[in-house]
């Protein structure tokens, strides 16, 4: 019997019209969908494509948040598990990923053992929450010869790209903002921030500058900063 091909589908941060055309071919051909589950249940990939998975099977795939090196390679291995036994029984499988799956993906690891295993592998590119973040605020994050740096928040790092690169995305500043803030406002650079939670999704929120923004912002968030650049327009995606 040949074995399956495992597919690792972006299906972008949460809008269900960013999903792209071969996103929604993939998941269609698919024998199996699997998705990542959260530690509360969530299955917000799966709600993204829900339309296109129809009454496929769904392999549940639960993926803590966690920082825990030996946690997260346990999860790893466990999910690679699952799926190569799916794709010994000559099933194709689409593994949904929120954005991009090239972009601070758990798929990036998953598809690397799979990989090792001896399995085919192949990678639908998506919408990555960074652009659909900028469109929102109808703001380019970079222009002409431009720099742009990706960090996330938890980076130490964070400090010197801000002053390196002329525009910054903050990923993932968690459940407290006080230390990006904290970080921001030593280099002036709070009111050069827009902060977007839940982009595309259900109670999507803009901040722009970082008063009224609250410390919780759950994890569907990132900062824009853009040091002497107007990222306050009121226009925004369609």
Known sequence: MDKGTLFGVSVGPGDPELLTLKAVRVIQEADVVAVPVSSGGRTTALDIAREHVGDKPVMRCPTPMSSDPQVLRTTHL??????????????????????????????????????????????????????????????????????????????????????????????????????LRATLESQGLADDTVVVSRCGMEGERVYRGLDGCPDDLGYFSLALVRPGRDLASSAGTA
């Not at 999910?79 to 758990?106: F, H, K, M, P, W």
């Not at 960090?151 to 010197?160: N, R, T």
Request: charged share 15%; glycine share 8%.
């Open 78 to 179: 466990a999910i690679a598990d699952q799926l190569c036994a799916e794709l010994d029984q000559g099933r194709n499988v689409a593994y949904l990923c929120l954005g991009d799956v090239g972009i601070y993906s758990t798929f990036s690891y998953v598809r690397d053992l799979v990989l090792q295993r001896g399995y085919q592998v192949q990678t639908v590119p998506g919408v990555p929450s960074i652009c659909a973040a900028a469109a929102t605020t109808n703001a380019a994050l970079c222009t002409g010869g431009e720099t742009l740096a990706i960090v996330p928040a938890a980076s130490s790092k964070l400090g010197s790209m801000l002053n390196l690169a002329d525009a910054t995305v903050v990923m993932k500043p968690g459940r407290s903002l006080e230390p």
